[in-house]
């Protein structure tokens, strides 16, 4: 390695013991932010004298805090690869269908199957993977463009398909109690989840971004244009194919326990590779850092801030915004080049 | 020049669909090992179709091509990137990677699926660098590059990947003299390195420069085939642009110019 290389090597070692103690200190302070006993901090003493205070940390607090994470995590990774392996900045997780898949599931239920949230996030997960199915076969079988080109074409169609089905369910919906109820699951929130919920999400993610980690070098080499992946060894189509079903899939079950939590997907990514530079092996890893981090800490705004609770997705598409602004107009230092 | 035939092509046929007419009729081939064959005709002449063949990335629906004498179809893809590289036209990186992340990316063919680049693998990869006379520029980023040294990024990549047989489209298309001659002077000694080097181009007096064979395509047929002094005259060139070419010499070198 050259002198320069070694020094930037460094300096990225040191940005990611930055990120694993910011990591580490989100995590615990997070568990004694709350509105027990009252507003905004909970002494941490109250652990191991106030009984009430350590079930509500044990059963509410820590399931939400690591599905948080796990989400942002989930979001930031998706995110990162799906733009790889698109070769475009622009896209996000969702966006093959899977967001307003799951949204039109969860309405669905709402309206039609129950509103407990198991069925819920059941027919949110289902509709969620029947999007990226539908978007899936519609790409395959447009006959126009380029592989690239059609399933973002068919993410949009099989997208407005059901985001007008939720317009539908909306008007059919009676407007005092299902109504609010599909509007405050559409903006997006943790306020139901518990260590079910977690388990439910948990071996998907584990799985899917266990395969992204492992394969973190690869992804770099389906980034590049199909005949130079394809002279350097890789099979384009079916390995892109591959992380895209472990990309979404995690995306699917996070957005079906979560609702549509905006922003992270698409920002995350970007200030990942500010941070760390566009090679997957670390604006992987860094993503997932960031994006755990980022969802974690709206979601702590989101049940702390008021006596209600604030929709996530309001506070991830207003954090997210103002992130990305203060990014780009910032003397970018941390920036690597 | 006596070089060892490594890739042969036989009675190739090709068109991309059933409908549309066929690009390439009835070709035959044979690649030497340790030169540099140009392959020179006019747009749509065929060029690309019949690098992206060789490639394997495009089958013909009849022929065969035989590597080392062996059918390339048995050829499985990781054993064909170990053995052959490319250095596209155009290649568009959408992140800022920076030239030594790039570069190492020629290493795939040597790594597993789930593998990382080792310090061997940054060897080669600074080694093809230095090669390309970019050393000083290995944390640079991509996109901050100039088109000349882009092109050079994009041969120390395919160098790390060290093919026996390297594929070049149009390597000197919008470069400006110096550059098409280190560009032409790393084609050169890759070559002398035992290398089979294949480039399309447009330019004529490109081939001229470095080629030791040329395949002259027009129409997806060859006009003519065998050594630079053979092949490049002005009867030739004529037939395959479609207009009067004139050949000259300057200081002993052939210079196309058309007429």
Known sequence: MTEVSK???????????LLGFMVLAVLTLSLFVGRYPEPYWMPPSYLWRDELAQRLVLYLRLPRILTAFIMGMSLGAAGTVLQMIFRNPLV????LGVSQGAAFGAALSIIYLGRSPLIVEASATFFAFSGLIISYLLARNIR???WILRLILAGIATSALFSSGVGVLKYLADPLSELPEIVFWLLGGLWSVTWRDLLYILPVVLVALGVLFLMRWRINLLSLRDETAFSLGVAPSRERALVLVAAVAATAVVVAVAGVVGWIGLIVPHIARWVVGPDARRALPASMLIGGTFALLCDNLARTLLAGEIPLGILTSLAGALIFVWVFLSDHRWVRR | MNHQVIISLEGLHFSYSTLSPPVLKDLSLEIPAGAVTAILGPNGSGKTTLLFILLGMLSPQKGEILIDGVDQKGLPRSE????????????HVPFDFSILEYVLLGRAPHLGLLELPKERDYQVAMEALDRA???ALADRSIPSLSGGERQLAKVARALAQSPRVLLFDEPTAHLDLNNKGRVLDMIRSMADDGVAVVMTTHDPNAATVVADHVVLLRAGQTVATGPVDAVLNSENLS??????????SVRGRPVVLPW
Do not use: A, C, H, W
């Not at chain 1, 996000?92 to 966006?95: D, M």
């Not at chain 2, 037939?239 to 000259?248: A, D, F, H, I, K």
């Open chain 1, 144 to 146: 126009y463009g380029k």
């Open chain 2, 133 to 135: 006379g970019l050393t």
């Open chain 1, 7 to 17: 020094i930037n090597e460094k300096t990225i070692v040191r940005r990611f013991l």
């Open chain 2, 239 to 248: 037939q395959t642009y479609g207009l009067s070419v004139e050949v000259t």
């Open chain 1, 92 to 95: 996000s997780p969702g966006f």
């Open chain 2, 80 to 91: 064909r990137s170990r053995l052959m590289g490319l250095v596209p036209e155009d290649e």
